[in-house]
């Protein structure tokens, strides 16, 4: 089964929005071969696709868990260097 899900996040900050795809970016390059996953800017969105290929919907699950997780540390790093600064 094919499955295609997209995330967007909306950031009125460009550096924030680069500082997140960055964040998020490795992810993209080492994924399973039924898992596609491209995260890019548009606007002043975030927006990763994902294109899961296989019969375990638990591995799209653990891949949007793991996304939004490494979303929400890239949050609050950003937050925490604002704060010091």
Excluded: H, W
């Amino acid at each position: 089964m094919k499955i295609k899900a997209e995330i967007s996040l909306t950031y009125e900050d460009e550096k924030k929005r680069k500082a997140i795809l960055m964040a998020i970016s490795p992810d993209n390059v080492k994924t399973p071969k039924n898992l596609d996953i491209k995260s890019f800017i548009e606007k002043n969105k975030v927006i990763t696709l994902i294109v899961y290929n296989g019969e375990n919907l638990l591995t799209l699950q653990s891949t949007i868990d793991d996304l939004l997780s490494c979303v929400s540390i890239a949050e609050k790093t950003i937050s925490a260097l604002k704060t010091k600064n």
